[in-house]
């Protein structure tokens, strides 16, 4: 019998993330167990070829930005996937299908103006739907499945002055269930989107006027069920989504 390569392994582990998603189905975590570290952004791209075809690209997302939200997933180090316009909500929109596990986290959103400025900073709530059952997983598997990117949901303007030192705040139905801050996105919104273009950079790409990019969790993510519905605070800008 041929021994497997690396090559095997990213289109096997492609084929399983492309498959499920579109039956709109999980994974057991054993399904990707063997894909290399070094490997994760060539699998992602493959997946989002297949999975994205004709969509129009409009941003980026940072995953595990975050001390919070690496200790709850068990994550060493951030990672980034790319958002498509069929992502993008407005503020309180009512989610009512295409998602199987969703959870939700408070986030900040930079709007890209010329020469990769930032335009203005926004509230936002993140609804990520890992493609891994139970949300087991790895640097690698999650990095390939786009970082379980699903949904974003844009709100209020943040005003920049004091970006990182504005209070956070995530509330489920009514009843506020984490608190974190600004800064936790690698100490400042500002030094996360910095990391985003570098790493951009080491790919070849680069921010490009009128990109979305979310800057990372800043507490741990909650439960999305239906019925739900979930308010973010991040100083005084709100967001708001809901879910049928």
Known sequence: ???????????????????????????????????????????????????????ERVGWKLGYTSDAMRRQMGIDEPNLGP???SMMLSNDAVVSAGVVQPKAEPEIA???????QVLQWRAAIEVV????????????LNTADG????????????????LARLPVSLARNGSIVQHGWSRNAMGDPAVALTWLSERLAERGDQLREGDVVITGGLT?????????????????????????
């Open 1 to 55: 019998m041929a021994e497997e390569t690396n090559a095997d392994v990213r289109r096997a582990v492609a084929e399983s993330i492309v498959l499920a998603r579109r039956e709109g189905r999980l994974l057991s975590p054993d399904a990707g167990r063997r894909l290399p570290v070094a490997d994760a952004y060539a699998v992602q791209d493959v997946v989002v070829a297949q999975l994205r075809q004709g969509e």
């Open 83 to 85: 958002l498509f316009e």
């Open 110 to 116: 930079a709007i890209i103006g010329p020469e990769g």
């Open 129 to 140: 739907d890992s493609v891994w059952e139970g949300y087991a997983f790895d640097w690698a």
């Open 147 to 162: 970082s379980s990117a699903a949904l974003v949901v844009l709100g209020d303007v943040v005003s920049a002055d004091g």
């Open 220 to 244: 741990a993510a909650v439960a999305f069920e239906p019925g739900d519905v979930i308010e973010a605070a991040v100083g005084n800008a709100l967001v708001r989504v809901s879910r049928s």
